[in-house]
């Protein structure tokens, strides 16, 4: 026979109102800054790049690349980090899905870059450090997208 326990019974007051988000909200997005900071720091990166590759050195937007050939593209640099902890992820945890287990790291072998400029974004890959680079610097970078859609880059 299994023995039986009285639960003991307290007094209890929520005092946690004051910490409770009254309303979500989304507005501290960064693409405004970064889209400023392009704007600010694109005619010095010409320049860098012109002085690094030469005067006839071919600068592109995104949208105006033809694959294969060799240019220098000037954007702002996104990393994606599989690990990141998401907005999305936090909502879903408050919602009663598994949450994400705390990690003493968020870069993995398989982070990538992707450069973005005022319109488009392209994959990259070559001479960029993934693992040193942070999403939104701005930078300046020179190769040629390849068949794949990639931007092997040559340098930087």
Not at 69 to 96: A, R
Not at 111 to 135: F, M, N, Y
Request: charged content about 35%.
């Amino acid at each position: 026979e299994l023995e039986q326990f009285e639960r003991a019974q307290c007094s209890y007051e929520n005092l946690s109102d004051r910490f409770m988000l009254k309303q979500r909200s989304f507005g501290r997005q960064y693409a405004h800054i970064y889209a400023v900071r392009l704007w600010s720091m694109k005619a010095r990166l010409v320049r860098a790049a012109k002085r690094k590759w030469g005067d006839d050195v071919c600068i592109r937007k995104l949208s105006e690349m033809e694959t294969g050939e060799t240019c220098v593209v000037i954007g702002t640099l996104f990393k994606h980090m599989e690990l990141k902890p998401s907005i999305l992820k936090d909502i879903s945890e408050e919602e009663g899905v598994m949450p994400q287990p705390p990690r003493a790291k968020y870069t993995d072998d398989e982070d990538s870059l992707i450069l973005e400029d005022e319109v488009q974004r392209v994959a990259l890959e070559g001479k960029l450090d993934v693992q040193t680079s942070v999403t939104g610097t701005i930078v300046a970078v020179y190769g040629k997208e390849d068949d794949s859609g990639r931007f092997p880059v040559k340098d930087f």
